[in-house]
């Protein structure tokens, strides 16, 4: 192994870290929960840890303003409306979906608006990136110096986030002794499975890299990953046969990106009662439906310790209360 290759690029520490590693036994036996939804208040989740990377970068390069795109409950786009703020950037944030939640201000909208960030507002999927380009374009003629985020901050140097953060992760196992067999995360544009998995490999620890996959059908979810997961590697210079050969993907999309459905929801409320942990209907709460469904169908041995990555999402919960409130016990 290079030893290059564990010297991370340059960061600016903005995560609240070591985050702690907690056992849910109440839960699975030999499930421990890494609470990446403790990164920090505004800034919680998975997406400021690729931010550290990507933030550094854009200061290096003399980036006046940050552009990013996302849903209009997107956590990505809310964390880096949070970062730009801290770092006294310019922020521009193109989102597609209902506009009623940016009318009403709700949940990571509420957030964008208060930290200040410019929304352009898109209706499909589709236009994201291409509005991105353009934007950066007028930005640019403007005399600004944008730098482009792309969806779900993830590309190659953002995976040194979950790099660092599989190193952590590590570091605490190691310290309570115990024996880990497989991580588990959401997947959603894949950054952080990505980051793990190339994290596991650096580190020599034949971990298992489960992503749950909450958006796109399991054939397009699969051929992304494959194709970032190459993308990464090559960059890396890292074994993509070997690094993909730890990482599995499920499908528990269910009802589509964004889109909860019954069990979820009461998943979501039997796991906040039961211990006061609390996941979101979009990412965490799919991804630990699909781990314990995997866990009952057989997929999942129950000798297996796993941990289970909290990766946040709490503003996008708030914004749904009129959505899944039929489907929760009764006041
Ligand atoms: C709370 C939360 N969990 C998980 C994910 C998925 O992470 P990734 O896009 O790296 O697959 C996201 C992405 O937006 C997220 O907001």
């Known amino acids: 192994m290079n030893p290059t290759y564990r010297v991370p690029p340059a960061r600016v520490r903005l995560a609240h870290t070591p985050t702690p590693l907690e056992e849910y036994a109440v839960l699975r036996t030999g499930l421990w929960v890494k609470r990446d939804d403790l990164t920090g208040n505004e800034l919680s989740g998975n997406k400021v840890r ?52 940016l009318d009403w201000a709700m949940g990571n909208a509420l957030l964008d ?45 953002a995976a040194w986030g979950y790099i660092e953060g599989l190193r952590e992760l590590k570091t605490q196992v ?50 992304f990953l494959k194709r970032s997961l190459q993308d990464t590697c090559a960059y890396l210079e ?13 499908d528990y999309a269910g009802a589509g990106y964004a889109k909860t459905r019954r069990e979820e929801v009461e998943l979501i409320a039997r ?21 314990l469904d995997l866990c009952a169908n057989g997929t999942i041995s129950p000798q297996e310790n796993i941990v289970f990555l909290h990766s946040g999402g709490l503003p996008g919960l708030l914004a749904m209360g009129t959505q899944i409130k039929a489907w929760l016990p009764p006041p």
């Not at 890292?238 to 499920?250: C, K, Q, R, T």
């Open 50 to 101: 690729k931010l550290e990377f990507l933030v550094a970068d854009a200061l290096a390069k003399g980036a006046d303003a940050l552009v990013t795109a996302g849903a209009v409950q997107s956590n990505h786009a809310r964390c880096t409306a949070a970062v730009a703020a801290r770092f006294g950037l310019r922020c521009y944030l193109v989102l597609s979906g209902p506009a009623t939640d």
């Open 113 to 157: 608006r208060l930290f200040g960030a410019t929304v352009v507002h898109v209706q499909r999927d589709e236009e994201l990136n291409p509005r991105m380009t353009s934007l950066a374009d007028e930005l640019r003629a403007q005399g600004l110096t944008p730098y482009v985020i792309p969806i779900g901050g993830s590309c190659p140097l």
């Open 174 to 223: 190691d310290d309570l002794g115990l024996r880990i067999h497989r991580i588990v995360c959401a997947a959603g544009s894949c950054g952080t499975l990505i980051g793990l998995a190339c994290g596991a490999w650096l580190e020599n620890w034949p971990v298992r890299v489960t992503g749950i996959s909450i958006s796109s059908t399991l054939e397009r979810k699969r051929g």
């Open 238 to 250: 890292l074994p993509f046969a070997d690094v993909y050969a730890h990482v599995e993907l499920y």
């Open 271 to 291: 796991i906040a009662s039961c211990c006061g942990l609390v996941l979101d209907p979009v990412y965490t709460g799919k991804a630990m439906y699909g781990l």
